[in-house]
Structures are given as structure tokens and as C-alpha cells.
């Protein structure tokens, strides 16, 4: 569904197959039998949503996985979750129920909550290999989003609020419902004959999206209601699809990207360039190679931007990385944009014939044949100094300083064991693992982050 075209007239009734059929062949891109995944919080909307999947998947001869967070934020948040596990499994949706373990943040906690849920989804879709993550945004919080954005200063991209299809990385996130109102899906739900739980966090008034909701009245007496808010979004979406496009290219033009997770940009055409283009190009390369969960502040890289072009530019760390000239003065030679060393903390386990996403840039595997556990770790100076010791050919690779620090490494207990992008292991260990680039942000096309207020919720 193009986020530009609505979905037809809006009744107020439930959903029928073939409105819903009709909405899933807009989205397009599913295999001959498509297998779905459906965030499910137990609420009207979210359960709706996974009826309507599973009825229309069924019809495809396919098959759907309820995904149901329980984030332990509440005392009966567990036995709410296996409620609606029950519902579902009597229905004939597979449920599996993703906790959100250990300590959770004094502050910003609705922002951990949906950073927490999106990476639970997203790993157990990739689990599953399924490519397809449904969720049950509706109408009412795609206002409640642009209403939160235009309060943070957003510009297009947050006005655009969320969009249909975001694809990005191994999972495709689409959002079927979003022109609908809320009512319909309570009316999805009853059709069903389907029962649900509230959650009383929508109403406390310490979020800003229950503030919301409770001034609605108020904000739709002065024009702003939900369907003008949601046509606001539209038309930002489509304006930031064509920044979009614009961008891409310039990319192609100016950027070659390399599989140790850095690139090189000639800066020369993103100067040539619109200046909002050339700002959208950074703020992507950026935003592709930092591994952060957020791209950098606008002020931050309109300044990057400003030395660059100023010709004077010595080098910067922002975003996650290191920015650094390269051959001469950066009006003739190119910039060198890397994973800053310091940043890169993860150790993630990974078992032999598993997977982890590490430092939210690389998929690394581990052959069957490895024989043991060991921690994915960035390579580092101390582990540096040990492949070049490792044979004479070793120190020449021509890497940038910062890429090599932060490349994957494989420490087990006798220390570095392999390391994937430099054909190294230690004698005895087996070379059988792979680490594929896998950026959380890709370098171009339509994928826009959406874990928090600031730049959207999932």
C-alpha cells in the first residue's frame, strides 16, 4: 500500500475478508504461501489484526505466528499474556509468548518498552525465517504519532509518521490497518465474537500518548482530529518519498560501501547538491555505519556538514562514528566514515551452528563443525596486534585504523579465535564462521527507524 493512496472509503463496521484481502494485496510481496508473524498486545486492534491474518493466510495456504511481548512491567502482565495465548490457540493461531528479562530503566521506560519489543519481534522472526511482521497501527496512532513529532520539532520525515511498509533488514514490517480508525477494529474484534484486555497504561496520564487521548476532544474542537491529522501524514509521506528517491541517487554517487561495515563518500556531489539532499545523504551514511538506534540530531550534522563544506574539515566523531579525510584536502579526496572503536561494547554468546545480529550492523554465524561456544566481540587494538603477529602478510591489509578495532571477532577461552573478514583463525579452530553486513538502517531506500516518540513507535 503506497502511503499516498488510501485504502478505499472507511465504514464504520468490521473489516470483511475481502476489504482486509484486498488491503494485503496493496502491501504485496508475500510468497505463494505466506507465513506472517502478528504483534500482539491483547488489545482489540492487535487481535483483530491477528483474525484477519490467520483467516486470510489460511485462505492462501499458509500460516501465522502471534508474537505476544510481555514486557513485566505490570504484576499480571504474565497471566494476561498466556490469556491471549489461549484465545489465539483456540482459534488456531500459534501464539509464543517473548519476555522482556532482566532490569528495567528508572526513566523512559515506554521508550525501552517498544526498543525492548521491537528487537524481541525482530529476533524471533528472523528465528523463524519468516519475513513478515505484521502490527495493528491504526489511524488513531498514526495522529497520536504526528501530534508527538510536530512536538519534538520534527520535520517532513516525522510528519510523516509511520509508514506502511518498512523494509528493512531481514523483516519486512507492514502495517495494513493504518487508515482505519480504532472503532473498526473493535468491531473486527466483536464480528469475531473475540474478547481482549486493556491495558491501563493507555490511560496514565505520566505518557505523553495518554495525554493525548484525553485531550482528543479538545484537539479535534480546533481542527485537529484524527483524519486530518492522518492527511497531514500522507502528504508528508509523499513529499519525503520523493527526498527519498533524490537521495538514493545522490548515494550512488558519491558512496562505495564495503563488507567490513564503512564506506567512503566523495563529498563533492552532497555539496553540489540541494542542501536537504546532501544533509539526507549524510545523516544515511551515518546512520548505516554507527549502529545507533537513532540518527544523529539535526544541528549536529547540519555543523558536520558546514566544516565539510568550509574545506577545513580535520575529522569528527558523531553518530557512532568516526568521520575522517583521507588523501589530501577533502575538496579533492574522500571521507572515510567508520564505526567509532570506543562505542562498540556488545558481547553477544553465540553456539555453534547459530546466529546473533551484533553491534546492530553484522549477522554473524557460526558453523556447525566450530565445536563450542564463543562471545562475538569487537576485534579491537590488543586482538589487531595479535593477527599481525600471525603471519607477515597480515599487518598489509588495507583497512582504516577504526574499521579494523571494530571489526566481529570470535574470543572463546583460549582468546581471539577467528576473525571473519580477515580469512584468520587460530590453529586448531576451525574457520567456519561468516559475518554478513547487516545494517539496522540501510544506505538507501525506504527504511526509517521506528523504536521510539522521537522518530515513531512500533
Given at each position: 500500500?503506497?502511503?499516498?493512496d488510501?485504502?478505499?472509503?472507511?465504514?464504520?463496521?468490521?473489516?470483511?475478508a475481502?476489504?482486509?484481502?484486498?488491503?494485503?494485496d496493496?502491501?504485496?510481496?508475500?510468497?505463494?504461501?505466506?507465513?506472517?508473524?502478528?504483534?500482539?498486545?491483547?488489545g482489540?486492534?492487535?487481535?483483530?489484526?491477528?483474525?484477519?491474518?490467520q483467516?486470510?493466510?489460511?485462505?492462501r495456504?499458509?500460516?501465522?505466528?502471534?508474537?505476544?511481548?510481555?514486557?513485566?512491567?505490570?504484576?499480571?502482565?504474565?497471566?494476561?499474556a498466556?490469556?491471549?495465548?489461549?484465545?489465539?490457540?483456540?482459534?488456531?493461531?500459534?501464539?509464543a509468548?517473548?519476555?522482556?528479562?532482566?532490569?528495567?530503566?528508572?526513566?523512559?521506560?515506554?521508550?525501552?518498552?517498544?526498543?525492548?519489543?521491537?528487537?524481541?519481534?525482530?529476533?524471533?522472526?528472523?528465528?523463524?525465517?519468516i519475513?513478515?511482521?505484521?502490527?495493528?497501527?491504526?489511524?488513531?496512532?498514526?495522529?497520536e504519532?504526528?501530534?508527538?513529532?510536530?512536538?519534538?520539532?520534527?520535520?517532513?520525515d516525522?510528519?510523516?509518521?509511520?509508514a506502511?511498509?518498512?523494509?528493512?533488514?531481514?523483516?519486512?514490517?507492514?502495517?495494513?490497518?493504518?487508515?482505519?480508525?480504532?472503532?473498526?477494529l473493535?468491531?473486527?474484534?466483536?464480528?469475531?465474537?473475540?474478547e481482549?484486555?486493556?491495558?491501563?497504561?493507555?490511560?496514565?496520564?505520566?505518557?505523553?500518548r495518554?495525554?493525548?487521548?484525553?485531550?482528543?476532544?479538545?484537539?479535534?474542537?480546533?481542527?485537529?482530529?484524527?483524519?486530518?491529522?492522518?492527511?497531514?501524514a500522507?502528504?508528508?509521506?509523499?513529499a519525503?518519498?520523493?527526498?527519498?528517491?533524490?537521495?538514493?541517487?545522490?548515494?550512488?554517487?558519491?558512496?562505495?560501501?564495503?563488507?567490513?561495515?564503512?564506506?567512503?563518500l566523495?563529498?563533492?556531489?552532497?555539496?553540489?547538491?540541494?542542501?536537504?539532499?546532501?544533509l539526507?545523504?549524510?545523516?544515511?551514511?551515518?546512520?548505516?555505519?554507527?549502529?545507533?538506534?537513532?540518527?544523529?540530531?539535526?544541528?549536529?550534522?547540519e555543523?558536520?556538514?558546514?566544516?565539510?563544506?568550509?574545506?577545513?574539515?580535520?575529522?569528527?566523531?558523531?553518530?557512532?562514528?568516526?568521520?575522517?579525510?583521507?588523501?589530501?584536502?577533502?575538496?579533492?579526496?574522500?571521507?572515510?566514515?567508520?564505526?567509532?572503536?570506543?562505542?562498540?561494547?556488545?558481547?553477544?554468546?553465540?553456539?555453534?551452528?547459530?546466529?546473533?545480529?551484533?553491534?546492530?550492523?553484522?549477522?554473524?554465524?557460526?558453523g556447525?563443525?566450530a565445536?563450542?561456544?564463543?562471545?562475538?566481540?569487537k576485534?579491537?587494538?590488543?586482538?589487531?596486534?595479535?593477527?599481525?603477529?600471525s603471519?607477515?602478510?597480515?599487518?598489509?591489509?588495507?583497512?582504516?585504523?577504526p574499521?579494523r578495532?571494530?571489526?566481529?571477532?570470535?574470543?572463546?577461552?583460549?582468546?581471539?579465535?577467528?576473525?571473519?573478514?580477515?580469512?584468520?583463525?587460530r590453529p586448531?579452530?576451525?574457520?567456519?564462521?561468516?559475518?554478513?553486513?547487516?545494517?539496522?538502517?540501510?544506505?538507501?531506500g525506504?527504511?526509517?527507524?521506528?523504536?521510539?516518540?522521537?522518530?515513531?513507535?512500533?
Open positions: 500500500m503506497n502511503a499516498s488510501p485504502a478505499g472509503p472507511i465504514s464504520a463496521g468490521p473489516i470483511s475481502n476489504e482486509f484481502a484486498a488491503r494485503m496493496r502491501l504485496g510481496g508475500f510468497e505463494t504461501r505466506p507465513r506472517v508473524a502478528v504483534g500482539v498486545s491483547g482489540a486492534d492487535s487481535l483483530g489484526l491477528a483474525l484477519l491474518v483467516r486470510w493466510a489460511a485462505e495456504g499458509g500460516a501465522v505466528l502471534a508474537l505476544i511481548v510481555d514486557h513485566g512491567l505490570r504484576a499480571e502482565s504474565a497471566a494476561e498466556e490469556r491471549v495465548g489461549g484465545w489465539l490457540q483456540a482459534r488456531g493461531v500459534v501464539p509468548v517473548l519476555r522482556w528479562d532482566g532490569e528495567k530503566p528508572a526513566t523512559g521506560i515506554q521508550e525501552a518498552a517498544r526498543a525492548a519489543r521491537h528487537r524481541l519481534l525482530a529476533e524471533r522472526c528472523r528465528e523463524e525465517g519475513l513478515h511482521l505484521a502490527l495493528a497501527h491504526h489511524r488513531d496512532d498514526q495522529a504519532t504526528v501530534l508527538l513529532r510536530f512536538a519534538r520539532g520534527s520535520g517532513i516525522g510528519l510523516a509518521g509511520m506502511p511498509v518498512r523494509a528493512g533488514g531481514a523483516v519486512r514490517v507492514i502495517r495494513p490497518l493504518l487508515d482505519l480508525p480504532h472503532e473498526r473493535v468491531a473486527t474484534c466483536r464480528a469475531f465474537g473475540q481482549w484486555v486493556e491495558d491501563p497504561s493507555n490511560r496514565n496520564p505520566r505518557f505523553a495518554a495525554r493525548l487521548r484525553a485531550a482528543g476532544d479538545t484537539l479535534a474542537a480546533e481542527g485537529l482530529d484524527a483524519p486530518r491529522l492522518a492527511d497531514l500522507r502528504r508528508a509521506a509523499r519525503r518519498n520523493a527526498l527519498e528517491a533524490g537521495t538514493a541517487a545522490l548515494l550512488a554517487e558519491a558512496v562505495e560501501v564495503f563488507p567490513e561495515g564503512w564506506l567512503r566523495d563529498p563533492r556531489p552532497l555539496l553540489a547538491a540541494p542542501e536537504e539532499l546532501g539526507r545523504a549524510l545523516v544515511r551514511c551515518i546512520a548505516a555505519t554507527g549502529g545507533a538506534a537513532y540518527p544523529p540530531k539535526d544541528e549536529a550534522v555543523r558536520l556538514f558546514a566544516e565539510i563544506a568550509g574545506g577545513t574539515f580535520r575529522g569528527r566523531t558523531l553518530g557512532g562514528c568516526r568521520i575522517v579525510p583521507r588523501k589530501g584536502a577533502v575538496g579533492q579526496g574522500h571521507l572515510v566514515i567508520a564505526r567509532e572503536p570506543a562505542g562498540v561494547t556488545e558481547r553477544l554468546g553465540l553456539t555453534s551452528g547459530g546466529e546473533v545480529w551484533w553491534d546492530r550492523r553484522f549477522a554473524v554465524r557460526l556447525a563443525d565445536g563450542g561456544a564463543v562471545t562475538v566481540a576485534l579491537g587494538r590488543e586482538g589487531w596486534q595479535m593477527v599481525r603477529s603471519g607477515p602478510d597480515s599487518g598489509r591489509i588495507g583497512l582504516p585504523e574499521v578495532e571494530t571489526l566481529p571477532a570470535l574470543w572463546d577461552g583460549n582468546g581471539l579465535a577467528a576473525v571473519p573478514h580477515l580469512g584468520f583463525s586448531g579452530f576451525p574457520l567456519s564462521a561468516v559475518a554478513l553486513h547487516a545494517p539496522g538502517v540501510v544506505l538507501a525506504p527504511a526509517f527507524p521506528v523504536v521510539s516518540d522521537r522518530v515513531g513507535i512500533i
